[in-house]
């Protein structure tokens, strides 16, 4: 098969400019950009990307939603390959997270449309408009539109940091939020998206693209710890129920949890809050979240088992009272394996070394696997840096995850 | 000596009362006093020792900060022998913290008045104005007021959390601030105070009251913890340089440290701040309070010493960066030899047992302690909790303490 793909020319030069235009939109003077969905760096992402896509030779439409596509008609089919990612970031992103599935998918269909041609079925690239959640607690709100998944309470209960509702947030970018069943899609076939790894296995491993395995299972949980306020100066070490040390032993446990099991686990206790939180007293009460990764969903759950025993050991030893509460769980999305050999024929064809890894992260594809055939392409983080102004992919990675990207989409389109 | 003292009654009765009647200024619905410096509360706890104070036989008058004086005048010495504490709380604290310093004071001046008569030397009792500092963050003005120790500055400078400044919310009280100056005293011989423990060591040792060697030496530390933020999900556990999991282990170092000193040691990390504190960030930054206390300065400075050097290897372990900042220090303040004798013979008198111990708590006593002879009494507090509506002590050692005290003022004031 691969000796009927062309070699598909697409220059690090391009994918610099094209990730330079795009990471002006939001960009702040101290730099990182912040362009959360609906706000006005998001407008301008829609020019630019509009611009671009025309100038790739693409139709571009946007739908109720703020989805932005460009699209490549097919010849003979109308039933859509789909790639691309989200183009909004968090609060002080980079230029690179979901911008880049955005960008190569663009460069890709410029690069089959002008170098090979129409293609068979037809060809879309999709900026979506929100996966980071950054302004409103309701992520995914693209593919889930697409999907059918957006109910219309959702409109009015999320509601941003200024108190502006998500239903006037479309109404002020010029969408009519009474549309949004319009954006469901029954058309589309496959989807691929390409993002940045936002850790460090492929750097580590000098490996140039990652095929995404499956989107890790996750839960979220709260643990509070109960113990007792007493004065710091005059209660003995001894007769203290400090929910704090206690807490900062169970902070421990659970990553000795996640060390024990190994990589790809990871456990993280991110968020504190402390009660009553003076100097001169013990604390009363710590909130804790813990956030727990493992691909395979049994592991996962031994983990949250072995977490939850070792904390209530602790709690025990230290006389306060623990409760976890689980606020989320995600169960693991696989990706598609036929699609996952499409990206690793397209790799070996275009003389890109690759490995499998599975996505600590969340991703719209996530959400796609679950409804369609749909894969992922992992291009390496400097650094592993991601959320961040340090976020940062050479030229040369990005074109080469683009040639791969475009060598796929043609095994897709043009030859089955 | 003791064959010359007249056994004084006072009645656990009349403590209950004398409690209950103060308790009610500014008493919560929930339970729990609010009755900061110059509030309406406040205000009405100066209404309420008025009328104790008069009906006790004494002269009442109030300085120009706001503290309130019962007196009996002496007949051979206008030099003041002055017993007190303050009549502020905390936010949500109990009816016994400093309160019970000033009821059973007046008690102690009413039996002694009633019972044997006018004193040779002037005998005082005072309800300081502020110890708590939870209004403005200036504590012990009172006693500060009468040492000449308050600077013009702090007027202005100190503000609470509604923006009144300490001179506006003099001035709503009918206190002049022009006329701080004025609160200055120096006719004061010796100063005792009885407080409540606000710890275990009477109660666990089922003694009467307490005699104090010292208050205690503190120093108030902040840590700062600087690693890096990352995504939770897709940085591997080694790769990290998580600041709130070196933190945690930083906090059982602390522990660790106080515990092996033992008793009276004591180490408390209270307040925590995390950034960016999200449930999918690694922390990059935890600043917290290290609360350091020993009554013996030189096994203080050791404990502060080990604290920052384990603190320092486990920063060292975990790839991340330490600043230990001390933000305050207060050296031990010894109390009187002499007048720690009389107390512990007034106990012997009144058939009290004692034991001596240091204070792990400031009190006004600390400040006292450095420019006159002074001394300080406890007595139990059940379970040794204070600063809370749990304080509590019974009324039969309310009374009991309250009979050393004056029995203690009568060596003071009628005999020498």
Redesign the interface.
Known sequence: MTSQVPALDISPETMSSYIERLGRCGEQPGGGLIRPQYSEAWVDAHAVLTEMMTTAGLEVHQDAVGNIFGTLQGTDDQRVILTGSHIDTVYLGGKYDGALGVLTGIAALDALRSQVGRPRKTLQVVGFCEEEASRFHGNFFGTRAILGLVEDAELDDLVDSDGVSLREAMRIVGLDPARVGEARRRDIDVFLELHI?????LEDAKVDVGVVTEI?S?A?QLYTVTGR???????????RQ?A??A???M??AV?QV??EVG??????????T?RP???????AEVVF?V?V?HPDEAVLERMMNDMAKCCGDIAQACDVRLAVETVKREPASPTNSGLRTVLSDAADTCGATWRTLP????HDSQLMARHLPTAMLFVPSRD?????NAEYTTPEDCARAARVLATALHALAYIR
Do not use: K
């Open positions: 790894e936002q850790g460090r296995v890790t996750l979220w306020a007493d004065h710091a100066g005059t209660t003995a070490m001894r007769h400090d704090m040390v807490a900062a032993e902070a421990l990553r996640a060390e990589d790809p686990a990871v456990a993280t206790t991110g968020s504190w402390v939180n003076g100097s001169n007293i013990v604390p979240t956030d990764r996505s600590g992260a969340g592993g840096r991601s959320h961040s």
